[in-house]
């Protein structure tokens, strides 16, 4: 009798992340600890339409954190944050939400979502088959209540590691104290580590895993609440003050995930080379993503900028982009040594030999030019090709109607950072191929660039800062990859 072996089931680690702002009103008209009043039957109700449940929690006087079957919730007076992974439908869960908040008297003021790239975007459900479609749901759900849609980004390249999506709309009101978050993802877990996260019969305890794997000592000061899954999987919810930090474990071969996330004050976060150092050495990855972001980039304009990359591993991708809601976002592909070799031997070259310090550096060098009001997005690989453009994006067209229109910064492509007044545009589609054409018959890739962002942009006011000439074309377009001339721009009609 033949057995019929079945396909071994996958699980998405990568998660989704909505954080929301509400306007928490000081006449007595919403209750004091604002959303914090939510009844737990409301939240289990939240939770069910994100297709997910609480499993445990955690409080102290400034929010609740919860540990979930699928990742974690937190809530605050006056913010909201679910994160979500595998196939759950977070924001299935946002207009019920707008409506439980509406009955405390609270509405949106700023909205955040963000997410690493799906291992397996086919597997995921509306409104996340796609970037495009989350963010049609978000500008539905938010763009009345806010009083405007919002800007959407991705940064990274997706040839050296995972992308970030990054969706923002609204301002916080006043000058509230800044809030840091840095997240780390990391894919290709080391065996000896992932196996750490089993239940087998070696297994203790929750607590006894989050001691023993080093994760206790990431915020030795926090309440920690934490669960190891059946057969597999781990959470970890750890608060402290207003701090807090959050791990995601799935452990199995062949879609091995891990995140790590803290966030609040500065102090809350900490130092962000050690952290990084620290995951790399919990979980021994054999790729890595990291995006620090800051909501009020005036008072850190430093926050973001690397020291050091651990021992073993380089940084081929880094990228830096100036949010509409004061604050910026910076973002690293990390890569073990094994792991680019292997991948520069599929490309059919040798890995990189250059130190990753001229790339860390540009980046610091970029994030202290951006806090002067100069430049507003970055984007660098390991050979060093740097691209930057002024922070004069949305700049008047000569008859006053409005936005010029400006580049898109995705290279999954129809995500534009401005829309014209009259909410009318039409897109421009600039191919590869027509772009090697053009590039030919320019004396230098810098001069070619220039031409085709006058042409293709006309009304736009960008400068673009290049170390390029004298490159080859190929390595110069796949260098420009995340503000690539050729890909989609966007101006009014």
């Known amino acids: ?27 007595g008209s919403a209750p004091d600890n604002g959303l914090r009043a939510l009844a737990r039957a409301h939240l289990d109700e939240l939770m069910t339409l994100a297709h997910c449940c609480i499993v445990s929690s955690r409080s102290n006087a400034a929010f609740d954190a919860y540990v979930l079957s699928e990742s974690s919730l937190f809530v605050y007076p006056a913010k909201w944050i679910l994160k979500t992974c595998g196939t759950t439908r977070l924001l299935q869960s946002v207009p019920r939400l707008l409506e439980l908040a509406s009955t405390l008297g609270m509405a949106p003021s700023r909205v955040k979502f963000s997410r690493a790239t799906y291992l397996f975007a086919e597997q995921q459900h509306f409104p996340h088959t796609s970037f495009d479609d989350e963010v049609e749901f978000l500008d539905d759900q938010f763009c009345g209540p806010i009083g405007a849609p919002g800007k959407a980004h991705v940064l990274g390249d997706p040839d050296e590691g995972l992308q970030w999506h990054k969706y923002v709309a609204g301002r916080v009101d006043g000058a509230p104290a800044p809030t840091f978050n840095l997240e780390i ?50 959470s970890m919810n750890g608060i402290d003050g207003t701090g807090l930090i959050t791990i995601h474990i799935t452990p199995e071969k062949g879609f091995s995930y891990a995140s790590v996330e803290v966030s609040g004050s500065a102090a809350d976060v900490g130092d962000a080379d050690a952290l990084l150092a620290a995951a790399i050495r919990i979980f021994n990855p054999g790729m890595a993503s990291m995006a620090l972001s800051v909501d009020r980039a005036d008072a850190a ?49 040798v890995a990189s030999a250059d130190s990753p310090r001229s790339l860390l550096h540009h980046v610091a060098s970029f994030l202290s030019s951006a806090a002067s009001g100069g430049l507003s997005g970055m984007v660098m690989d390991r050979n060093g090709y740097y691209s930057s453009h002024s922070s004069d994006m949305d700049a008047t067209t000569s008859d006053g109607s409005g936005s010029a229109g400006t580049v898109v910064d995705s290279s999954e492509g129809d995500y534009a950072e401005s829309e014209s007044q009259q909410g009318v545009a039409r897109w421009y589609d600039y191919d590869t191929t027509q772009a090697q054409a053009e590039l030919s018959s320019f004396p230098s890739p810098c001069a070619w660039h220039y031409q085709v962002l006058r042409t293709v942009h006309e009304c736009a006011v960008i400068r673009s800062v290049h170390k390029l000439c004298g490159v080859g074309r190929a390595a110069y377009l796949k260098a420009c990859t995340g503000f690539a001339p050729y890909k989609r721009y966007k101006r009014p009609s």
């Open 1 to 27: 009798m033949t057995v019929e072996v079945l396909p071994n089931p996958v699980f998405e680690g990568s998660e989704k992340r909505l954080e929301v702002d509400f306007h928490l009103p000081t006449d």
């Open 185 to 234: 993802c990391m894919t290709d877990l080391g065996e000896a580590a992932a196996r750490q996260f089993f239940r087998t019969e070696d297994f203790v305890s929750a607590s006894a895993t989050t001691r023993d794997t080093g994760i206790l000592g990431l915020k030795p000061r926090a309440d920690i609440d934490d669960y190891v899954f059946e057969p597999c999987g781990y």
């Open 301 to 349: 304009p430093a926050f973001g900028a690397l020291e050091s990359l651990p021992t073993g591993y380089t940084c081929p991708h880094a990228s830096v982009k100036r949010l509409e809601c004061g604050g910026s976002v910076t973002y690293y592909n990390v890569q073990s040594d094994a792991a680019a070799a292997a991948a520069a031997a599929k490309r059919g070259g």
